[in-house]
């Protein structure tokens, strides 16, 4: 940057001007001194807009990466919680179903219990698997979401 304004701005400038004359013998000697001044302003309007547009890409850059960051972060925390509902689920919810369905067939082979106990068990064990894999199908998808938010970056 420093070396276009010294391209624009030359600075003071001195001239040694020699030459022979009409007459013999005339020898004309000149010296000049030249000082740039302000009339006409040559490029540094375009240096300043060049410095302008430079802070606003750079400001451009910055937001953008700052967005990009805060969308990684949101879908790796969505990810996190549908992981940890899925193994809460499973944790809690899943054996316990297991248990209820095991002791529903155990009491209906032994006669202590009809065949509509049986089959809410198995209806409450098939409802348990449908929600694990609704909750299964929602971490993969979170998983997905931020595969491609980690790509767009």
């Known amino acids: ?11 003071v400038g001195v001239q040694l001007v020699a030459g ?3 007459s013999p013998g005339q020898v004309d000697l000149g010296v000049g ?3 740039p001044l302000p009339v006409v302003d040559r490029g540094q309007g375009s240096i300043a807009a060049a410095e302008g547009r430079a802070d606003a890409a750079r400001a451009t850059a910055t937001g953008l990466l700052a967005l990009e960051t805060e969308r990684l972060r949101g879908a790796f925390a969505v990810m996190t ?3 940890d509902a899925l193994a809460t689920f499973r944790a809690s919810a899943s054996g316990a179903t297991e248990e209820a369905l ?8 032994n006669g202590r219990s009809n065949v509509l ?5 198995y209806s ?15 971490a993969r998808q979170a998983e997905i979401n931020l595969a491609r938010v980690g790509e767009t970056r």
């Open 20 to 22: 022979y004359g009409a």
């Open 33 to 35: 001194l030249t000082v």
């Open 117 to 121: 106990d049986l089959a809410d068990a």
């Open 102 to 109: 095991a002791e529903a067939r155990a009491g209906y082979s």
């Open 81 to 83: 919680l549908r992981r």
């Open 1 to 11: 940057m420093s070396a276009a304004r010294r391209a624009v701005f030359p600075g």
């Open 124 to 138: 409450a064990w098939s409802q348990t698997r449908l929600r694990e894999v609704d909750l299964l199908e929602a």
